[in-house]
């Protein structure tokens, strides 16, 4: 409430402070009633001006002259930078002095407030704002990053411990192996032992026979065996031993595996990126082609950035997925399992390959280049996918019988979030089998290209739906406007393919169009790289083409 404009309050006399305002000194903003006014012009100041107080706050309050206790300073020297009032501009002390009036400095910086405050209301506030959203999301999925952290780990040295149990229990095996052999190795003494001790036993027998005999021919017979017997068939056994290795707990470590460290970068002007003026003028007039990449695949559908000079793609007729150099030369080549064209392909912040396949309904990532499955989906086909910056995969599928349409967020297989309808439960996509390109923004709001609805949907990190584009009014574009690929960049801007208009629409992230990227044929899928060059994949010809639409 305006104290001074209520009807509630009676506003008193600054000097007196009992009797009601009725007059304002406009240079000095001093409430006075009428038997005052004599009293405050006392003082022989000339720039006293008494008004009505409902005239108020029309006249300058200039700073008073601290050389000339009654002057005003209405003048700035600009060589010393300090106010001085007529008389010092008079003296020999500003001489020759630019002096300029400070009602102009007042006016430009009046100006610069206001830019000022423009720029803090809309612009930076806006960005804190967004900041605060971004960090709170962070704090959100905090416990759940560090909880899969952790079972990472746990896995880890549950492998460790599974290793160390396989491999105690190949050595028991062995150990009972060699038990078994040498009781073997025993026994076959014991057995030998045995019929030596008998021969011994006949030998002694005979011998005595002998030595109570008087037959001369039964001692000429005789033969000494005692050499032989001496000869001890006993096998020295050795007990096998077990040697431990030294456990060295940095070895350990290393072998286990390490864990990077925690790193917080500031980031700093981000405040700019979220200036529409700026985002605007940082676009290029007219965008200007770089290279374009000839995969020799019909119907090309996906394209997605692997780094600065390398793309992966996707064919909805040869259903290869295909690795290319800017310079055009195939690196990679793999087809899914099913041999059939993948859905959709994006990468893994690891840059492993993930696709999408319709005919098994699942997710799959190539890996060390092996195929395996992520993701297995009942009674839903999965349809386009992204990675945010968390790491999550986002996900659009439609149901078995093509009437619905949703956004799942997955952690690794696990789902933890969908998107299907709007406050009011109604749909937010379309409910068939069209495709639905989807990005994640640098503020975190999910975007999708909706070929069936036409429209692109942006919705906030927690579902809430934001806005919805329909295209740009323009007598140059005469089709309907029909989205297929979807991507973002640094500046937080939108980039849809309009496949039946042959361009690509760009708007900044409240979803108002910027300008259009007209030359490109039929294009389909799309992706920025981290330096903001746009890659287009052409359906129709097959070519990916690298765009500099920003002037950095």
Same mark, same amino acid.
Not at 388 to 395: I, Y
Not at 445 to 454: H, N
């Given at each position: ?40 012009v ?9 008004v009505?107080f ?11 002259c601290?050389?000339h ?8 020297c600009?060589?010393?930078?300090i ?21 102009? +400095? ?20 806006s ?16 416990h ?10 746990t ?18 095996v ?5 038990k ?15 019929? &030596? ?9 005979t011998m005595?026979?002998?030595?109570e ?6 001692a ?26 030294? +456990?060295d707990?940095?070895q ?17 002007d ?6 529409p ?9 007219e ?5 374009? +990449? ?6 090309l ?10 793309i ?23 087809k ?28 799959? +990532?190539?890996?060390n ?35 619905q ?14 998107i ?11 409910g068939n ?5 989807i ?5 975190l ?10 429209a ?21 574009k ?8 979807i991507t ?15 361009? &690509? ?5 409240d ?5 259009y ?8 899928g ?12 052409e359906?129709?010809t097959?070519?990916?083409?690298? &765009? ?5």
């Open positions: 409430m305006d104290l001074q404009c209520s009807a509630q309050v009676v506003i008193r006399c600054d000097l007196c402070e009992t009797a009601g305002v009725q007059m304002l000194c406009d240079f000095c903003h001093v409430n006075l009633c009428i038997a005052c006014i004599g009293k405050h006392s003082d022989g100041y000339e720039k006293h001006k008494v009505p409902k005239v108020q706050k029309s006249t300058l309050i200039y700073p008073r601290t050389m206790p009654t002057k005003s300073c209405d003048l700035q600009k060589e010393c930078n106010s001085v009032c007529s008389f010092c501009s008079e003296s020999k002390q500003h001489e020759e002095h630019d002096l300029v009036h400070l009602s102009e +400095i007042f006016a430009a910086k009046k100006v610069f407030i206001e830019n000022d405050e423009t720029e803090l209301e809309k612009y930076i506030s960005t804190y704002r967004t900041i605060v959203i971004e960090i709170e999301a962070q704090m959100a999925r905090l759940g990053d560090y909880e899969k952290l952790t079972e990472f780990v896995e880890r040295g549950k492998q460790w411990h599974r290793a160390i149990e396989r491999v105690t229990k190949e050595m028991v062995e150990i009972n192996e060699m078994g052999r040498h009781q073997s190795i025993l026994k076959q003494q014991l057995d030998e032992i045995g019929m &030596i001790q008998s021969l011994i036993d006949e030998t002694l027998l005595k026979k002998i030595k005999s008087n037959d001369v021919s039964m000429l017979e005789y033969t000494s065996r005692v050499k032989e017997f001496k000869k001890s068939p006993k096998v020295q056994i050795s007990l096998p031993t077990f040697s431990p290795q030294y +456990i707990s940095e350990v470590h290393k072998l286990f595996g390490s864990l990077s460290p925690l790193l917080a970068k500031r980031e700093a981000s405040y700019r990126l979220l200036n003026e700026a985002t605007v003028k940082a676009l290029l007039e965008p200007k082609l770089i290279s374009s +990449i000839n995969t020799g695949c019909k119907n559908c996906s394209v997605t950035c692997l780094s600065e000079e390398e992966w793609t996707s064919s909805g007729v040869s259903g290869l997925m295909q690795c290319f150099n800017t310079q055009s030369s195939l690196e990679t080549s793999v899914a399992k099913s041999r059939e064209f993948p859905s959709d392909i994006t990468l893994t912040s690891d840059g492993d390959l993930l696709y999408s396949d319709w005919k098994t309904k699942t997710v799959n +990532i190539l890996k280049k092996k195929i395996k499955e992520v993701i297995r989906l009942h009674g839903w086909i999965p349809n386009n996918m992204c990675v945010t910056s968390s790491g999550d995969l986002l996900v659009t599928m439609y149901s078995d019988d093509k009437t349409s949703k956004v799942v967020r997955y952690s690794g297989s696990t789902e933890k979030e969908t299907q309808f709007d406050d009011e439960g109604k749909p937010l996509y379309s089998k069209f495709t639905k390109y990005s994640e923004n640098r503020n709001d999910i975007c999708v290209s909706d070929y069936g609805a036409g692109v949907v942006v919705v906030n990190q927690a579902g809430k739906l934001m806005f919805r584009y329909t295209g740009h009014i323009s007598t140059i005469i089709d309907p406007f029909k989205p297929r690929g973002t960049n640094s500046h937080y801007q939108i980039l849809a393919s309009d496949y039946e208009n042959h361009c &690509i629409h760009i708007l900044d992230q979803g108002h169009f910027l300008r990227v007209d030359n490109v044929t039929t294009p389909y799309l992706c920025v790289n981290k330096s903001d060059y746009l890659f287009v994949a359906n129709y097959g070519n990916v083409k690298k &765009i500099k639409y920003i002037k950095y």
